[in-house]
């Protein structure tokens, strides 16, 4: 099967599929629409990052596509509808930049309890003003963490281990990590945090989830850190709370509204400020992400292409069934319509076939049914059941194929 891999997508993912038995095309820049259309003849497997748009146009032009592959957390260049109503999965690497948002956040509670930045800007101004006013250790200090999920339970464990006492808020149930301590409301954290840092997830409701009311909250001369979505917070309050030294510094990675494109100027009322540390959105940019995120995606994709497995596809039904050691597997796409189990189940007891696992899942407008069993199924049956007035496609797999 061939593997077109576009905008210098980490090399490790071409080491994975290539192990695989997959034969990879790896091109350095991305490709607009006709071009793009014209290098998927023939390919099984598109690897893209976020500058290729993959439009219902080219996926109907594509007809030998199986699954696209973002090698990044965005899925929004896909036509993820579109790709699911042809068959097409897609997957993303929604985690693997956790650890380098944790680290930067650690760097920036300890940098803002010292005011580093600001001592760095005075020193290249040629000024040496050494005193230790404003500056405190982290150790003892109270950090709270508001998203308890995957980057607020890691930050949570470096924290400690940083000696830092750790509470933290979420809507959900989530589990305590360490010594961590749940806080009912997020009111009662702000009231006994010295450190705030956001890790909520970007759903609607958190528009504006942090104002002037909320500032207003927070100890006086605590910090503050955003890293999760520019709409959480009105950056406007948050200019005012440190203009008037109630907010005694912030870090902020991410914004309301974002330049599109490098170079771009960036405009925001937390500019110019004292002990305010801005970088562009970069929380997860490492090299070591980008790896990670080449071995996460190439895996998926070849899982799918050779397992028929659909674990964390972002648009169609997730199916996780177990690597296929031994017989055969049938995987069935399918519109999801009432009874359709039943008549592919009675489809394959007719045909004898003695199944050993069946793994299903339906999502939105599709469901997935994943059979394994003991023989190969006859060509007669599977036409049957490619037949359907239902099926969107019908794969098999043979173990040690
Ligand atoms: N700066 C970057 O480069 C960068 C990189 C990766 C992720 N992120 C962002 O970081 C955030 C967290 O990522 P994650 O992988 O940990 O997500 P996640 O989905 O694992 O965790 C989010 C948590 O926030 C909780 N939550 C949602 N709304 C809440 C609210 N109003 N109050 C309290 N808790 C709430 C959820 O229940 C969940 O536990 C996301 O917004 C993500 O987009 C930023």
Request: charged share 20%; net charge negative.
């Amino acid at each position: 099967m061939k593997v077109l891999l576009l905008e210098n997508i980490h090399p490790v993912a071409v080491e994975v599929l290539e192990a695989r038995g997959f034969e990879v095309e790896l091109l350095a820049g991305s490709l607009g629409e006709d071009e793009l259309i014209e290098r998927l003849a023939g390919v099984s497997l598109l690897g893209i990052r976020s500058n290729t748009n993959v439009t219902a146009r080219v996926l109907d032009a594509a007809p030998d596509l199986l699954a696209v592959g973002c090698f990044c957390i965005g899925t929004n260049q896909v036509d993820l509808k579109a790709a699911a109503a042809r068959g097409v999965a897609v997957f993303n690497a929604p985690y693997s930049n956790t650890r380098s948002v944790v680290e930067l956040v650690i760097g920036e509670i300890i940098a803002l309890a010292r005011r580093l930045h600001e001592k760095s800007e005075k020193m290249h101004a040629g000024v040496w003003d050494k005193s230790a006013k404003g500056s405190h250790e982290v150790r003892g200090r109270t950090l709270g963490i508001v998203g308890y999920g995957n980057i607020g339970t890691q930050l949570s464990n470096l924290a400690e281990a940083l000696g830092m006492r750790v509470i933290f808020f979420d809507t959900a149930d989530r589990l305590a990590h360490g010594n961590a301590q749940r806080m009912k409301t997020l009111e009662e954290l702000l009231e006994k945090a010295d450190v705030v840092s956001l890790h909520v997830d970007g759903r609607p409701g958190n528009a504006g989830l942090f104002g002037a009311e909320q500032f207003a909250r927070m100890k006086p001369r605590s910090l503050f850190i955003n890293a999760a979505r520019g709409m959480v917070v009105d950056t406007e309050a948050l200019r005012e709370h440190i203009v008037s030294g109630h907010i005694a510094g912030a870090a902020l990675d991410v914004f309301p509204i974002e330049p599109k494109a490098q170079g771009d100027a960036f405009e925001s009322p937390l500019r110019g400020l004292e002990n305010v540390i801005l970088t562009p959105h970069v929380g997860g940019s490492t090299q070591e992400a980008q790896e990670e995120i080449g071995f996460f995606v190439a895996g998926k994709l070849a899982g799918f292409a050779l397992e028929g497995r659909t674990e964390l596809s972002v648009n169609l039904p997730a199916v996780n069934a177990p690597a296929l050691q031994e017989g055969h597997r049938i995987g069935y796409l399918h519109v999801n319509v009432p009874g359709v189990l039943a008549s592919v189940n009675q489809l394959l007891a007719g045909a004898g076939a003695n199944i050993t696992g069946q793994y299903l899942a339906t999502a939105g407008e599709q469901g997935y049914v994943v059979t394994d069993a003991t023989e190969a199924l006859s060509d007669d049956a599977l036409a049957k059941l490619a037949g359907d007035e239902h099926c969107l496609w019908v794969r098999t797999w043979s173990a040690g194929a």
